[in-house]
């Protein structure tokens, strides 16, 4: 159980990587991903990568500065734009719905305008899913300056695509529905400079 722990990369650049273990049973064609980061970081890094054979990009959330997100699913991408962070943590999650190919993304508990991706497309269960590095190949192919430095914590990864209420309770660190990753249960394993410690603060 990870209540109240983070992931600490500790190096910038880093090659250090957390492989998460998620019970996938069919492919997806809706999903949320939800975290929370902590970085000074200005260059690119990526914050949740899962790869499949076919696609390195498959759902991967990327910051490739500090007043920018982007959102992949199966390798295409869109972008939402952002207030510059405050130093402080920040709470997104990204969902998105085959049928309609609607990708929603959330900020710190609001949502912003919605977008278009990826209608009709099927997401691949059989995933390399990692924290830490962006994946150019299935479980590898990084690029250090890609990497992530900094804390995270509060990793979810669902099959559904979450309800506003969902969200918002997200961010609140509230009672959430059943994942294939979740924090409070997680299977994972560290690979190289990563330290779990507690939260320094709520």
């Known amino acids: 159980d990870m209540y109240r722990k983070v992931f600490v990369f500790r190096k910038d650049p880093s090659d250090a990587y957390v492989v ?7 492919p997806l064609s809706n999903l949320t991903v939800c975290l929370r980061s902590y970085t000074d970081l200005t260059r690119p890094h990526s914050l949740f990568s899962y790869a499949t054979k076919a696609q390195d990009n498959e759902i991967l959330l990327f910051k490739p500065k500090p007043e920018e997100y982007r959102f992949y699913v199966g390798g295409k991408f869109v972008t939402f734009r952002v207030p510059e962070g405050h130093r402080d943590w920040e709470h997104v999650c990204a969902s998105w719905e085959s049928a309609t190919g609607i990708a929603e993304f959330w900020l710190n508990g609001k949502p912003w305008p919605r977008k278009g991706l990826q209608k009709g497309y099927t997401v691949g269960a059989t995933a390399a899913i990692l924290l830490g590095q962006e994946q150019d ?3 590898g192919g990084f690029d250090l300056y890609n990497s992530f430095s900094g804390e995270l914590t509060d990793v979810y990864l669902w ?3 979450l309800s506003p209420d969902k969200m918002r309770a997200a ?5 959430l529905p059943p994942a294939l990753l979740a924090w409070k249960s997680l299977s994972y394993e560290v690979k190289g400079d990563v ?3 507690s939260r320094l603060r709520e």
């Open 195 to 197: 330290v779990v410690k």
């Open 137 to 139: 190949s299935f479980g």
């Open 171 to 175: 961010f609140l660190s509230l009672r």
């Open 159 to 161: 099959d559904t695509g």
């Open 20 to 26: 998460l273990r998620a019970k996938l049973e069919q």
